[in-house]
Structure formats: C-alpha cells, structure tokens
C-alpha cells in the first residue's frame, strides 16, 4: 500500500491505558492495526482519531521522539525509564535537560552516555565472540551470529562436512567459554567429523 495514501491515527485503550500512533488509509483500518499493536480487540480500543501533526511521518522508520514531545505524549527515558514529560523536572526542581536522539529521548547527557556505552559494550563483546568462535573453529561454515546488541545470549549456527543439521555455539553463562552443540540427528556425524579432524 502506498505510504501517501497513509494518514496518521491516534489509537488508544484511555486515558490511563498505551496508546500509539499507526498510519493507515481509513479509521477502521487505523483501529484495528492500533489495536494489534496495542494487543486490543476492536471493541477494547476506546479511540482512534486523527493525529494531523504526525502525518509527515507516514512511510518514516520512527517518529521521533522530540515530536512526540511537542504534541504533548509522555516518553520514558531510554535508559533508566524515567517518565518524561516536556516540562519535566529533577528532585530540585530544575527543568531536565532532555536529549532526543531520533525515536529515543534520555533525561540527560548522563543517561545517553550510559546507554551508548551498554550497546557499544554488547557491540564489542560480540565482535571478541564472533572472533573467538572463527579462531576455535576455523574448518566450520558459519551462518548467522546473533551477536552484538540487543542480544543477551550470543550464539551462531554452524554447518560441518556431513552434517543435515548442523549445530550452534553460545556463549551462555557470560563466562567466556564457548558452548558448542550439535543437533540430536548430526551426533553421529559429529561425532565422525570430529575423528577425521583428530587423525
Ligand atoms: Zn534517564
């Protein structure tokens, strides 16, 4: 569907309850994708209006925060989940000193540097990951490593001479050993593979 056709809509469960905002060609369909999004059945979603401000994001990844913001909409700050309002204020009573960075907003300076190092951390534990798996494993065929942020667990799947399933490696405990597994039908292939590779 044609993202120009797409306006925006304001779907919510109430005042107290989430609400979004979905891009759609009519009301009812606005309703009903808002809803999904919501996990609300048609009947459960009290509104859905038009959102104008919010229609030169149509066909966007994001809204971005800051807009949000200006309409009004409560944020959580993206690192310690402060809610922010525009206006809002610390315990002394002076106004924040909010950072918006596309769809996210942080409570400060403070609380996006917090969570730029958090990801540039998973980043660089799942490079010495991807790096220490290839220098263990260097006969194996790869296939995705699920690495990196927002990943908790990193693992990769892995292919060998005569398998039909092939296996995965993580590392679960954060301990910094490898895991390796093998699919239950690929043991006995492994398990050859492994002999050959030893000879
Ligand atoms: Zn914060």
């Known amino acids: ?6 306006k925006a809509y304001h779907v919510g469960e109430g005042s107290e309850g989430e609400h979004v905002i979905t891009f759609a060609c009519s009301s009812a369909q606005a309703r009903r994708e808002g809803g999904n999004e919501l996990n609300l059945t048609f009947e459960e979603v009290s509104f859905c209006r038009r959102a104008p401000w919010a229609d030169e994001f149509a066909g966007q990844p994001f809204i971005p925060a800051k807009a949000y913001h200006d309409q ?3 944020l959580y700050c993206n690192n310690c989940e402060t809610q922010l309002y525009e206006d809002a204020e610390d315990e002394d009573g002076n106004p924040l000193q909010i950072v918006y960075a596309g769809r996210h907003a942080y409570c ?3 609380c996006k540097d917090s969570r730029d190092k958090l990801i540039a951390d998973a980043n660089a534990k799942g490079d010495a ?17 699920s690495i990196g942020y927002p990943h908790i667990t990193m693992s990769a799947t892995f292919k060998f001479p ?6 995965s490696v993580r590392d679960q405990e954060d301990s910094g050993e490898l895991h390796w597994y093998i699919a239950q039908g690929d043991k006995a292939a492994w398990d050859l593979y492994q002999r050959g590779r030893a000879a």
């Open 129 to 145: 990951f991807k790096e220490k798996v290839l220098a263990e494993r260097p006969d194996l065929t790869f296939g995705e490593f």
């Open 162 to 167: 005569g398998c039909q399933y092939g296996g």
């Open 1 to 6: 569907m044609p993202t120009e056709n797409r």
């Open 72 to 74: 009004g909409w409560w």
């Open 108 to 110: 400060d300076q403070d």
